[in-house]
């Protein structure tokens, strides 16, 4: 009885903090996934490569089972489509997609309580 009341606030707290960091991996890869499905739509031609709309539509497909993502990108996530210029002078485009995590458990030192991450893809134009 004296391990487990010494022990257990620990395991506890590894058990907080390896679910805690699941779901800030979930969100990085989802976030991820979403941003290079959009710059590969944007990146088809020089028509597409500015559609912000059209890249939120994908990101938002991608992120569906994100529990605080909205229905439109003004708020979480946001996603922008610009024009960009490679090192070589190619055309391309760029999406970036910003994304507020989850608030969770915060672990002082360690984690805290939610998170703001950018994702930016960057691709030449295909067409």
Do not use: H
């Not at 620990?10 to 800030?24: K, N, P, R, T």
């Not at 996934?33 to 938002?60: E, F, W």
């Not at 922008?80 to 458990?105: E, M, R």
């Amino acid at each position: 009885m004296l391990e487990m009341a010494i022990l257990g606030p620990w395991i506890f707290f590894l058990f907080i903090g390896a679910l805690d960091m699941g779901f800030y991996a979930y969100a990085l890869i989802s976030l991820q996934a979403a941003a290079r499905s959009a710059a590969l739509y944007t990146s088809t031609d020089s028509s597409t490569k500015t559609q912000s709309g059209a890249a939120c539509t994908i990101v938002l497909g991608e992120m569906k089972y994100l529990k605080n993502a909205g229905t439109d990108c003004s708020s979480n996530p946001t996603v922008a489509a610009t024009a960009w210029t490679g090192p070589d002078s190619s055309a391309g485009s760029q999406v970036s997609v910003t994304y507020q995590t989850l608030p969770l458990i915060p672990i002082p030192g360690l984690l805290s309580k939610q998170f703001t991450i950018t994702r930016v893809v960057r691709m030449r134009l295909r067409g």
